[in-house]
């Protein structure tokens, strides 16, 4: 089945569950999933129960489309995202993104754990991403160009949107919430980043690393959607002491950063 039969038949199968028209999609990221406490959620539907959604690799959940409406929008959020670390293909990894555009969405709104190598950033910052480095291997618009969807060359000098990015700062300033913009570095994963590989990183201009968001914003500006995406800052990559990264590290610090996150998103809901 070609890909636009697949977005219209997995369109058509969530639309069975929810009728309205999501105006934004939300993706959150590791330790984000608190979320969910502010919508009035209508309806949610297990990925499980979405055809041609990737299938999970690990035990349990692999997470939940949630809709429901927030600051008086109808939202549609992603609760558990895929990784190329998993074993899916970048193609695979973007696709519910695609998905979330066919649905109607107007706006895409990302957020993520990320590794910190700017020496201003500390554990539970927030950092804005201006622009990103792909250091995937491969792209996931590699293949057939569907053109309904967008150029085979998409431009990317703009991937994250200076009009939602000045709207997140403002919010931020006016609730007293710290912010830092920077360059954010997608790698493949899952080994955390060596000494050498965070410094290298940051000589390259990235101020954050991570292992997610790069596809999905490659598919949603293929299709012109506009982006915006927030990292929090859940460790820091370059340091002199002894430097051990957990996951169990990641999500304590993602968590607890979580509500300051939340306030910035939950305000750009309300302005879009
Ligand atoms: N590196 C890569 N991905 C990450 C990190 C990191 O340090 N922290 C959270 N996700």
């Avoid at 190329?84 to 709104?109: H, M, N």
């Avoid at 792209?139 to 009009?163: A, C, H, I, T």
Wanted: charged share 20%; with cysteine.
């Amino acid at each position: 089945m070609n890909l636009i039969d697949r977005l219209n038949k997995t369109a058509a199968v969530i639309r069975e569950y929810y009728s309205k028209t999501p105006e934004v999609g939300i993706v959150l990221g590791s330790g984000l999933g608190n979320f969910k406490a502010h919508m009035q959620v209508e309806c949610e539907i297990p990925y499980e129960d979405i055809p041609h959604f990737p299938v999970s690799t690990v035990e349990g959940h692999s997470g939940t489309l949630i809709f429901g409406t927030m600051g008086g929008k109808t939202v549609v959020c992603m609760a558990g995202r895929f990784h190329f670390y998993e074993g899916y293909s970048p193609t695979d990894v973007a696709f519910p993104v695609r998905v979330l555009k066919w649905l109607g969405i107007k706006t895409l709104l990302l957020s993520n754990a990320a590794g910190g190598m700017h020496e201003d950033f500390k554990v539970g910052d927030l950092m804005i991403i201006r622009d990103h480095i792909s250091l995937f291997q491969q792209n996931p618009l590699v293949g057939p160009n569907e053109n309904q969807l967008g150029p085979r060359f998409p431009d990317m000098s703009e991937p994250y949107s200076k009009e939602i990015i000045a709207r997140a700062k403002a919010i931020a300033d006016a609730k007293g919430i710290a912010v830092h913009e920077g360059v954010y570095a997608g790698v493949t994963g899952p080994t955390f980043e060596t000494r050498a590989e965070y410094k290298m990183l940051h000589i390259l201009g990235a101020d954050a690393v991570g292992m997610s968001t790069v596809q999905e914003v490659i598919v949603a500006r293929h299709m012109g959607l506009p982006v915006f995406a927030i990292s929090v800052i859940t460790d820091l990559g370059i340091r002199e002491e002894l430097n051990v990264i957990t996951h169990q590290e990641v999500l304590e610090a993602a968590a607890a950063a979580e509500p300051k996150m939340t306030a910035i998103l939950m305000g750009l809901i309300e302005q879009l």
